[in-house]
């Protein structure tokens, strides 16, 4: 069975940063595209950043790009987002994504964990 745990999530002053983690388990890490995504209050969930278990860079969504890091532990089986500069609009849930074939902006994967809240004031 997939898991993905989430934890990092927290209240922060703007320009502060965050490091959120997603654990994994039930499937081949090294073989999987991962990815984060993120639901506002009364907004749609939005991709922020995703990565591939291949050499490709990294994508990240326009408004997290330059602030924000995905990165993939192959040893712990688990992937980061450092969230650096956080603004007010940051303000969200964040959730963890997988999937054996892709993770791309408008088309997540199959697997979701069950979300941490990052709140950022001004």
């Known amino acids: 069975e997939v898991q993905l745990v989430e934890s990092g999530g927290g209240m922060v002053q703007s320009g502060e940063s965050l490091r959120l983690s997603c654990e994994t388990s039930?499937?081949?890490?090294?073989?999987?595209?991962m990815g984060w995504f993120r639901q506002a209050p009364g907004k749609g969930r939005e991709f922020v950043a995703a990565?591939?278990?291949?050499?490709?860079?990294?994508s990240y969504a326009d408004s997290v790009k330059g602030r924000f890091i995905i990165s993939r532990d192959y040893a712990k089986n688990t992937v980061y987002l450092q969230m650096n500069n956080l603004k007010p609009e940051d303000t969200a849930v964040y959730y963890c994504?997988?999937?054996?074939?892709?993770?791309?902006?408008?088309?997540?994967?199959?697997?979701w964990g069950q979300g941490t809240q990052v709140t950022v004031s001004a």
């Open positions: 994504n997988a999937d054996r074939w892709a993770v791309v902006p408008d088309r997540p994967g199959d697997h």
């Open positions: 039930g499937f081949t890490f090294s073989g999987w595209y």
């Open positions: 990565s591939s278990w291949s050499q490709g860079r990294p």
